[in-house]
């Protein structure tokens, strides 16, 4: 099956979203999909999967403002005892932060982008840490 069509829209989709910091990650994993192609029974891990029908349609992720819920509307769908559960609101597949609860302090919503950088944070703050204790002794 040809590429060439989600070559398209993934460099219509890099345009709108350029300068965010998961660039370098979409563009390795689309990199990873142009050398690897889209799986066929002839890759082993694919063998008994079938999924060429996914590719016969043209999908699309419409940018329309978000539909607003009113506080009646949102009541009538949750469940007994929401009032002591993290809500997590989503509103045609788009999470709302403004409409969900997180009631637990071990629950952290982020978007993608700011827990990637939480991450690398992460991860660099022992390298900081022992780059000041040796500048320390110096």
Do not use: C
Request: charged share 20%; proline share 4%; aromatic share 12%.
């Amino acid at each position: 099956m040809n590429t060439a069509y989600f070559k398209e829209h993934f460099d219509q989709l890099q345009k709108t979203d350029k300068g965010d910091a998961l660039d370098a990650v979409r563009q390795n994993g689309f990199n990873a999909f142009t050398q690897f192609g889209i799986p066929t029974s002839k890759h082993e891990e694919w063998k008994y999967t079938r999924i060429g029908g996914l590719f016969n349609k043209e999908y699309f992720f419409p940018k329309t403002a978000p539909v607003s819920l009113s506080a009646n509307k949102l009541n009538a769908v949750r469940l007994p005892g929401h009032e002591h559960a993290n809500e997590l609101i989503f509103v045609n597949g788009v999470f709302s932060f403004e409409l969900s609860v997180v009631r637990s302090s071990s629950l952290v919503v982020l978007p993608l982008e700011e827990a990637a950088i939480m991450n690398t944070l992460k991860l660099l703050l022992p390298i900081l840490v022992i780059a000041q204790n040796i500048y320390a002794m110096a």
